[in-house]
């Protein structure tokens, strides 16, 4: 092959021969693998760091996760620690106006106590006076009943601490043993609270 080329104004002529021209290829072909190789190297090295960018995005992401999930369950135990103190302050207050009343109740049950020594005291039970403190002695039941309070049950019933207060035991052939034979002093109940336990005797266990 000949290449034509002036130099100081005269034309000469060159000869390249296939030999250089295969080499020349070689070299083209040598720099292209490497600018390759290197542009593959580059994409490696960036995905790399990708990687790492994502791992780092991951932890943060989690990091978060666990501060978001903390937060939630504090406020999970704080939204349940309110709700139990409205119950409580709630209940609290309906306590305090269903017994209200309580200490008046407890220092009126002395005055019941007297009307029925009383009552017991007059042997002719169609006399005036009887009829009378009677009817007071009525009339007072039904106002403390219409208030929520009202006598326990205790004769012949079977001996329960937590309304009878057992003062004595006895020996008796009209009730069964473990019951109550006599009620000394009658107990009370104020809605749902005993207020003040029955003093009874109890029959003996055989």
């Known amino acids: 092959m000949t290449i034509k080329s002036k130099e100081n104004g005269s034309c000469k002529q060159n000869e390249v021969t296939s030999e250089e021209i295969k080499q020349n290829r070689c070299i083209c072909s040598d720099k292209s ?6 542009a593959q190297n580059g994409n490696q ?4 760091d990708d990687m790492h960018e994502n791992t780092d995005l991951k932890k943060v992401l989690e990091e ?3 501060e978001i999930d903390n937060y939630k369950n504090r406020w999970l135990r704080t939204q349940a620690d309110l709700e139990n ?8 207050i309906r306590e305090i106006h269903l017994y209200a009343g309580e200490q008046l109740v407890i220092d ?16 002719d039970k169609n006399d005036a006076l009887y009829r009378g403190i009677e ?7 039904k106002v403390l009943e219409k208030h929520g309070i009202r006598e326990i049950e205790a004769l012949g019933k079977p001996f329960d601490p937590n309304f009878h207060d057992a003062v004595m035991m006895v020996e008796s052939e009209e009730y069964e043993p473990g019951t109550v034979a006599e009620v ?23």
């Open 33 to 38: 693998e490497m600018i390759s190789e290197n």
């Open 45 to 48: 090295a960036e995905q790399i």
């Open 64 to 66: 978060k996760q666990k």
């Open 85 to 92: 103190y409205r119950k409580r302050t709630e209940r609290d």
């Open 108 to 123: 009126i049950l002395p005055v019941i106590d007297n009307f029925e020594r009383a009552l017991d005291s007059i042997e």
């Open 135 to 141: 009817l007071i002695y009525e009339q007072l039941k």
């Open 184 to 206: 000394m002093l009658k107990g009370y109940m104020y809605n749902s609270k005993v207020i003040r336990p029955s003093m009874v005797k109890v029959v003996k266990n055989n």
